[in-house]
């Protein structure tokens, strides 16, 4: 089956320190993930892809760990600003399509 | 990255009426375009893909005759909300790639639909 989101669990960090997103997704044949950070009332911002054949990549503050045993997908981000405060979504690719599945999403407060 | 144009960003519309929201690519072309759709708080669900010059794919569930997608170039598609209802109101969210499947997908800002 597919992820479909019915709530959105949410994150509180204190300013300045690491978050960690967590994500489950479903589909055992989903080969490229992505994560998305959508600020309220816009469209979704790419933040960081990782592909099935590796299982950590780092971008700039943002680190994204792959498990595919357990099908498990988080987003690390380091030093949390104000401005990281939004959803993030995990979005999922299955092999021979460029269709998006998206995950539950997670809000996540950043409080000063 | 690439730059995607939704237009417009808010609408209110009376019930029965229809509504067009243009998604536009505005520097590159976009093979296929995909429409979304997303409740307060929850997450998007896909309801067509659009590949240019051909009939839109549309996700289980989701009323092709209700949702009307014109994807007639390739920096444009259409969504038509036909006969729209109260609960049409949602957030519809576009986005636009090549149709190579390593191709980034880029999002327009969305359109909140008001139906009243």
């Known amino acids: 089956g597919e992820s479909v989101g019915l709530h959105l669990p949410t994150l509180s960090v204190q300013e300045g320190d690491n978050s960690i997103i967590n994500c489950a997704y479903s589909n055992s044949a989903s080969d490229y993930f992505i994560w998305y950070k959508q600020e309220s009332g816009k469209g979704p911002q790419f933040i960081i892809d990782i592909r099935s054949n590796m299982d950590k990549r780092q971008g700039q503050r943002v680190t994204v760990l792959l498990n595919k045993t357990v099908k498990h997908l988080s987003l690390q981000i380091a030093a949390t600003q104000p401005g990281d405060s939004a959803v993030y979504f995990c979005?999922?690719?299955?092999?021979?399509?460029?269709?998006?599945?998206f995950g539950t999403g997670t809000q996540l407060k950043v409080e000063l | 990255g690439a730059v995607v144009s939704q237009h417009p960003s808010r609408v209110i519309c009376k019930s029965g009426t229809s509504v067009k929201i243009e998604c536009r690519s505005l520097d590159f072309q976009a093979t296929t375009m995909f429409w979304y759709r997303q409740f307060p708080k929850q997450s998007l669900m896909l309801m067509a893909t659009?590949?240019?010059?051909?009939?839109?794919?549309?996700e289980q569930g989701v009323e092709k005759d209700k949702f009307l997608i014109n994807h007639a170039s390739l920096t444009l598609s259409t969504l038509t909300v036909t006969s729209a209802h109260p609960e049409d109101s949602s957030f519809y969210i576009c986005?636009?790639?090549?149709?190579?499947?390593?191709?980034?997908?880029?999002f327009g800002q969305g359109t909140r639909l008001t139906v009243v």
């Open positions: 986005s636009a790639s090549l149709r190579d499947r390593n191709a980034e997908a880029f």
């Open positions: 659009s590949n240019e010059g051909s009939k839109a794919t549309y």
């Open positions: 979005a999922e690719k299955a092999g021979g399509g460029n269709k998006l599945t």
